[in-house]
């Protein structure tokens, strides 16, 4: 069966300090991969998505970046943290070229600037 | 522009009441709207799902109503208990892109 994992759990951050969210997708091959931010534990923010190694989509300007260096890693990142960055992220992944694309979601990570 | 519209924002049930959750869309090229239901301090997950080709569709105490001339789906709990009580997410998929997109949330609340 097919396990995402996502770390770390909780992470508190300065403003102005870097950050780096990991997440890996275990039980199958050439997934979908997304990164998304809920704010105040309301809607769900599409960040990035990438359909292979190295391919990277961003869906809103922001401070973040993401990269998949690896078939099953996605890495969420910034060089400087805003207070903004604030908020709870979350992994996903689906299957690639399936329709229905049901997105599968990891159990998050939740980000305090401060 | 709010591609998929969800109401309402928080439902406040008693215990067995059947609560209604509802989404509407404007884009016909969406062709798959799950629902997904996130409890605090976690990840949403895949509660149950329609294709536009059937208008209704029953797994367990969830029943998705799916109107497809209007526009809108509807999510219906049966018999709602406590431990229903979380955060519900509509969804549609853009044919074209393959995105999903995602309704804004409903806090539901069944009240013992």
């Known amino acids: 069966s097919q396990t995402i994992h996502q770390w770390p759990a909780t992470l508190v951050q300065p403003v102005g300090s870097p950050l780096s969210l990991e997440c890996t997708v275990e039980?199958?091959?050439?997934?979908?991969l997304y990164w998304y931010r809920q704010a105040a534990g309301r809607g769900l923010q599409l960040l990035f998505y990438s359909v292979g190694i190295g391919q990277i989509s961003s869906e809103v300007p922001q401070n973040l970046s993401a990269s998949r260096p690896q078939d099953r890693q996605f890495i969420l990142s910034s060089k400087k943290l805003l207070l903004s960055d604030s908020g709870f992220y979350l992994c996903?992944?689906?299957?690639?070229?399936?329709?229905?694309?049901?997105?599968?979601f990891g159990e998050g990570s939740w980000l305090t600037v401060v | 522009q709010q591609q998929v519209k969800q109401s309402p924002q928080s439902l406040i049930v008693q215990k067995g009441g059947i609560p209604i959750i509802n989404c509407a869309y404007e884009?016909?090229?969406?062709?798959?709207f799950p629902w997904y239901q996130q409890f605090p301090g976690k990840g949403p997950a895949l509660l149950i799902a329609?294709?536009?080709?059937?208008s209704e569709k029953k797994e367990g105490r969830f029943t998705i109503s799916f109107n497809k001339s209007a526009k809108q789906f509807s999510l219906h709990i049966m018999d709602s208990q406590p431990g229903d009580s979380a955060t519900y997410f509509c969804?549609?998929?853009?044919?074209?892109?393959?995105?999903?997109?995602f309704g804004q949330g409903t806090t539901l609340q069944v009240k013992p």
């Open positions: 329609i294709r536009p080709d059937v």
């Open positions: 039980g199958t091959s050439n997934p979908n």
């Open positions: 884009n016909t090229a969406f062709d798959y």
């Open positions: 996903a992944w689906s299957v690639q070229g399936s329709s229905g694309n049901t997105i599968y």
């Open positions: 969804a549609v998929n853009d044919g074209n892109t393959g995105k999903l997109i």
